[in-house]
């Protein structure tokens, strides 16, 4: 019976991760918070509670939680091992001011913050200290996958988090220890802190220094006999053993899986090692975060309700204020230190072993501590949401700053030059070849980061929309010898192309096209020539195979020459005749 119950269990996972995950990502909110919904409504405080009502609840409703759990923590060592895999030590480098700086004061303001919060609410020292320390660090799985989602891991945020959110790890054992001490009336908080954080460095080091000795033989004995599964044996046998030294040594076994992830990302294998464990990675960090949804009772929270919103407002502003303070002090800039601020300023996981660990000794309460592990789970669930939240203010902040720095201000008296608008990888590469030739051309952007990377690298692009008549007219447009519409919005673009032939009939307009349907709609508006960049990218292709298969250069060239005036007759709505300046094969 008992295998039964977990088939059971397992069929429920799959078909609620099948369902709300799907439909999640179809309204663009995120896998990692359609599992956590999943979590909450498959739980014992979901449908658990609808069982007395219809004992067919009962059969969609996962009971044991404890059982999945442990299989989801072993998502969270994947993750972290797989995010080590692609940074390499060198690459760690380049965070360590960022993970020191701006994740030691985070640490710090937040744990002081959130105490003094809780001693002003009336909670006593004990109480309010295990909420500052429980609260101030973030959900390592939950932040980065979040980032990873919206592909900002690699972002000055993305690397900014991450640094922080390493720096956290390291401070668990510190705050496991300062627990222990407060069960202990008269020991000294301050000596456990020192004690604490010698103790992880010293760990660190030892697990990097015995993995550099150990793992590159073993990975090329792996590789010497060819076999790929005693590869991933191999592989999966280092994550598990550093992730067990770390947390024998107190620190979070996540850490040991990162170490193991850097100490292989210096190998040959890394990449053959990441395609292998990335299925694993997925499927278990999703059980995790259903997980983490099901610890959430929905009855206790509509009790509790104006409490844990009270709370859950502090612990945002809190951390948000605080964080952002931290960030700025360790010189991010604004935008970069605002959208970081949001996807930190939610609890983790660790908030659950912290918590419990004080319950236990009698430190706090355990009334208290089952108030403060559901705040710390529904924040975790809201963490993708305040993400999504600050990357949007983050945005206009930027959007802001650019257009204080490089927005259009008045005619700067351009005369014979070339207007692109957009300045992504397109637009970029138009103005280098513009370059080479010694054309004087000025571009528009309205993403805030193109404007500031073109700044830098002395390129003439401003904040602005170029749909807008006047914003144009000051770079110069009647004057103009050219316009290059490289913008990636498809409805942005046809009325950019309006907009110039509607104040400037004579106007010369070369546009890219996502498509060749797109390419006729910009011919429509008034463009005089469009290239369909998928067009153009499969020519190439098709090029270089004909060449390579034995075609000789010029049939090669007159073959891509007809295909693409065919394309071109398509999308002006006239015949396509491809076969009829076809040249013999033999040339």
């Not at 799959?14 to 896998?31: D, N, S, T």
């Not at 490089?406 to 970029?428: K, L, M, N, P, T």
């Amino acid at each position: 019976m008992e295998h039964v119950a977990d088939g059971r269990q397992l069929l429920v996972f799959l078909v609620a991760a099948g369902i709300v995950v799907p439909l999640f990502q179809h309204l663009k909110l995120g896998v990692v918070l359609g599992f956590l919904i999943a979590g909450i409504i498959v739980g014992p405080g979901g449908f658990g509670h609808l069982v007395p009502l219809s004992s067919l609840f009962g059969y969609a409703t996962i009971t044991n939680v404890g059982q999945l759990q442990a299989f989801g923590d072993l998502g969270i060592l994947f993750l972290l091992f797989t995010i080590g895999l692609e940074l390499s030590f060198a690459r760690l480098g380049s965070i360590g001011r960022l993970m020191l700086g701006a994740g030691g004061l985070q640490v710090a303001l937040a744990t002081a913050a959130i105490y003094a919060a809780a001693a002003l609410a009336g909670f006593e020292f004990d109480d309010s200290l295990v909420f500052g320390m429980a609260f101030a660090l973030s959900s390592t799985a939950i932040v980065t996958q979040s980032l990873a989602e919206r592909r900002r891991l690699g972002t000055p945020v993305g690397r900014t988090a991450l640094g922080v959110l390493i720096l956290q790890d390291l401070m668990v054992v510190p705050i496991v220890i300062v627990v222990g001490i407060l069960a202990q009336p008269g020991a000294s908080v301050g000596l456990a802190l020192v004690k604490g954080v010698a103790i992880a460095a010293v760990v660190v080091v030892g697990v990097v220094l015995l993995g550099r000795t150990i793992v590159k033989p073993l990975m090329r004995f792996a590789g010497a006999t060819g076999n790929r599964t005693l590869l991933i044996a191999i592989t999966l046998l280092i994550i598990v053993v550093a992730g067990f030294i770390t947390a024998r040594a107190g620190l979070s076994a996540a850490l040991g899986a990162f170490l193991a992830g850097l100490l292989l990302s210096e190998t040959e294998y890394r990449h053959q090692i990441d395609v292998e464990v990335e299925p694993f990675k997925d499927l278990l960090l999703g059980l995790f975060f259903m997980t983490v949804g099901m610890t959430i009772d929905i009855a206790a929270v509509v009790g509790q309700l104006p409490i844990i919103i009270a709370a859950l407002a502090v612990l945002f502003l809190v951390k948000l204020a605080f964080g952002y303070l931290a960030l700025r002090i360790a010189k991010l800039e604004r935008a970069a230190a605002v959208e970081t601020a949001f996807i930190l300023c939610g609890a983790g996981e660790f908030a659950f072993v912290v918590l419990t660990l004080a319950a236990r000794d009698g430190v706090v309460s355990d009334e208290i501590a089952r108030l403060a592990t559901t705040i710390a789970a529904i924040s975790m669930v809201l963490t993708p949401v305040m993400g999504a939240l600050g990357s949007r203010f983050a945005k206009r902040l930027a959007a802001r700053d650019a257009e204080a720095r490089s927005g259009v201000g008045g005619d700067h008296g351009f005369s014979d030059h070339v207007i692109i608008g957009g300045f992504g990888r397109f637009g970029a590469t138009v103005a280098k070849l513009l370059s080479a030739e010694d054309i004087a051309h000025v571009a528009l952007d309205l993403d805030a980061e193109h404007v500031v990377r073109a700044a830098r690298e002395g390129q003439m692009v401003f904040f602005g929309d170029a749909t807008r008549p006047e914003i144009l007219a000051r770079l110069g447009a009647e004057r103009a010898r050219a316009f290059v519409v490289t913008v990636d919005d498809a409805v942005i673009s046809e009325l950019m192309v309006r907009t110039i032939r509607e104040h400037w009939p004579s106007a010369i307009i070369h546009a890219r096209a996502r498509t060749v349907t797109h390419g006729r709609r910009l011919l429509d508006a008034g463009a005089n020539d469009v290239v369909p960049e998928a067009l153009e990218g499969s020519l190439q292709l098709a090029g270089n195979l004909l060449g390579d298969i034995g075609l000789p250069d010029e049939a090669v060239e007159q073959r891509l020459a007809v295909a693409r005036e065919t394309a071109r007759a398509l999308m002006r709505g006239g015949p396509a005749e491809p076969d009829k300046a076809k040249p013999p094969i033999d040339g």
